[in-house]
């Protein structure tokens, strides 16, 4: 604490060097901060799906149709407790950009096997019993600022023609961070109104006994209906949401590239200038060594100083992403969740740390080395 | 006329005996100072002179614990500073000696309390206690009223004023004063000599500085004139005569 005040005068000895590469942590910081929350958008359903659920589609592509049939094989099949299905809608509502899942869904099933949402059983009750009866999410009621009772109209794309739907019910999450913005309706209804592939499913989901079973109940699936007019490819929901994941490109690999890339011009910019820093002071350096100061002394001053920035940079920057991220999903609805999480902001913390201190870290080592016979005679 | 003669004839303070230093320039070996002897006592304000390159601001550095000898040793108080570690060495200086340099070397972001503060930062002493040595000092150099001023708002005589106090707070065995007045009017350099002169008479302070300036080095209790790295005690032209 006593050198506090040498620390402050020289981190405000030039004021616009230290603001500006401030601000290049800030930056740096509060990108990351849209990239770790972005890269937690995109994997949530990754990191959230169930263990004991294994999630089954047409072996050629998820957008080809399974034989409604299967569903009494595969609750013969052994290991399994229970299976439900469900197709993708993608309609759309009043507009092109009010983009939301939307879902046709057995009514019957579904509700047990997805527990992690939670729906009051009077709503569950009218669901049942209304056809053209919808639940929705949650954040999508909110988004559209719908209530029980509404009439939803929505244009189908795929299937067309307007379809009209009652809010019957909203679902919740148990889970921070389990998507409540999607619209569910009876599969029912759905089959009876398209146009084609009637008595077929986008993709069936079904619960295992045991979870360590999974790669063999996969294998038994996979291989019941192989060689048929519909083959199956069976895995389990993580590998699946994974898989989906991935149909959007390698984003892991691309927020990793950025993130490295600004860390590392980063790691220059704060090297540089502690280094301009350091060797400005090279005198005061050596008469602080003169008088009394010895070298871990300076170094851990320069490294402080260093610190001092990354930290207060840094910090700005991931607070200010983490000010954005409360403001919820940007994209109005295209991400479930949009939510920086701690883990991501402790992964922060540790880089500003990291890059605080290696910037110093060479010009600390050059002012712990100083001669300072050598340093006053340069003056 | 005495050559190697900086052997005071009372009780010393400080001790250097055959004390060398040799550079080496690429292939040129350069000799700065020769088997050099000297000693200052207790309370004795020593002058050195002599022409750039003589080796006069080596030996101050030497006698610092700035920089070690080729050979030869020097003790401080009993103290063999030649054999210290660079660590040791180091809180030596922080202990036994005040630095004035011919530049001031102030913190230019640092106001004159603050930088004359910088060697008790080093101690143990709390905060009330180093802000009363730190206004004693500047009572000393006579700028109690600029306490709060940062060098760019002071002259160059202030300047070394602070630079004196910030020497002496600590309460050095003794001072090395690298022209002090080398960067001021003759009106500064007189106040500064006139200080360093009471620090000498009214505190008791041991004093070794390094002049260009014949009136001030006439103010030395002794003056020794260092010449191609011998030193001789007395004036240059003495010296040579």
């Known amino acids: 604490m006593r050198y506090m005040r040498l620390l402050i005068a020289n981190l405000k000895r030039r004021k616009i060097r230290t603001i500006l590469t401030a601000g290049s942590f800030a930056v740096a910081l509060f990108l990351y901060g849209l990239l770790a929350t972005l890269r937690s958008s995109f994997n949530q359903g990754v990191e959230i799906a169930g263990v004991d659920r294994l999630t089954i589609i047409n072996k050629i592509s998820l957008i080809m149709p399974l034989p409604l049939a299967y569903r009494e094989q595969l609750k013969q099949i052994s290991g399994v407790t229970a299976v439900t299905y469900a197709n993708w809608f993608g309609g759309i509502y009043q507009d092109e950009s009010n983009f939301f899942p939307q879902f046709a869904i057995d009514h019957e099933t579904w509700i047990t096997m997805f527990q992690e949402y939670t729906i009051p059983p009077e709503q569950l009750a009218d669901f049942n019993r209304d056809k053209e009866g919808c639940i929705v999410g949650r954040k999508l009621l909110d988004r559209f600022g719908w209530k029980i009772g509404d009439r939803i109209p929505i244009q189908g794309t795929v299937y067309g023609g307007t379809w009209e739907f009652n809010i019957r019910g909203v679902y919740d999450g148990t889970r921070p961070d389990d998507d409540t913005s999607a619209f569910w309706f009876r599969f029912d209804y759905f089959d009876e109104r398209r146009a084609f592939e009637h008595g077929t499913?986008?993709?069936?989901?079904?619960?295992?006994?045991n979870p360590d079973d999974a790669a063999a109940v996969a294998k038994e699936i996979d291989q019941r209906f192989a060689n048929s007019a519909s083959e199956t490819t069976t895995q389990t929901e993580q590998a699946f949401a994974s898989s989906f994941v991935k149909q959007m490109g390698n984003i892991e690999l691309l927020l990793l590239s950025i993130g490295s890339v600004v860390f590392f011009t980063l790691l220059l910019v704060t090297g540089n200038t502690m280094a301009i820093a350091v060797r400005e002071r090279v005198n005061e350096l050596a008469v602080l060594k003169a008088i009394g100061y010895p070298g871990w002394l300076l170094l851990a001053l320069v490294l402080a100083e260093s610190l001092t920035l990354a930290i207060a940079g840094g910090g700005f920057g991931l607070l200010l992403a983490k000010l954005f991220t409360l403001g919820g999903d940007p994209t109005g609805g295209m991400l479930g969740s949009f939510r920086l999480q701690p883990m991501?902001?402790?992964?922060?913390?540790?880089?500003?740390?990291?890059v605080g201190i290696a910037a110093g870290l060479i010009p600390a080592v050059s002012a712990m080395r100083l001669r300072v016979v050598n340093a006053l005679r340069r003056v | 006329m005495d050559r190697n003669n900086g052997q005071a004839r009372n009780l010393s303070l400080i001790q250097a005996r055959n004390l060398s230093k040799h550079y080496r320039r690429g292939d040129e070996d350069i000799n700065v100072l020769h088997g050099l002897n000297l000693d200052v006592a207790q309370g004795d304000m020593v002058a050195f002179m002599g022409p750039s390159g003589s080796g006069k601001t080596t030996l101050l550095n030497l006698l610092g614990g700035l920089d070690l000898p080729t050979s030869g040793s020097i003790s401080v108080a009993g103290d063999e500073i030649t054999s210290m570690s660079g660590n040791k060495l180091t809180a030596w200086r922080a202990r036994h000696v005040g630095f004035v340099f011919q530049m001031y070397n102030l913190i230019p972001v640092l106001t004159a309390f603050q930088n004359v503060e910088l060697p008790l930062l080093l101690t143990r002493l709390s905060r009330a206690e180093r802000r009363a040595h730190v206004e004693t000092a500047l009572s000393v150099v006579g700028l109690p009223n600029r306490m709060h001023h940062f060098p760019r708002q002071l002259s160059g005589g202030q300047e070394q004023r602070v630079a004196i106090a910030r020497a002496i707070v600590a309460d050095p065995t003794f001072l090395l004063c690298d022209e002090p007045t080398g960067d001021l009017d003759r009106k500064s350099a007189g106040e500064i000599i006139d200080l360093i002169e009471a620090l000498v008479n009214e505190h008791g302070k041991t004093?070794?500085?390094?002049?260009?300036?014949?009136?001030?080095?006439?103010?030395?209790?002794?003056?020794?004139?260092?010449?191609k790295g011998i030193l001789i005690e007395g004036n240059g032209e003495e010296a040579h005569q």
Do not use: E, Q
């Open chain 1, 201 to 209: 499913v986008g993709w069936y989901t079904v619960k295992l006994s």
């Open chain 1, 344 to 354: 991501a902001m402790l992964y922060g913390a540790a880089m500003i740390v990291a």
């Open chain 2, 207 to 227: 004093v070794l500085l390094v002049t260009h300036d014949p009136l001030i080095a006439d103010r030395a209790h002794r003056v020794y004139h260092l010449d």
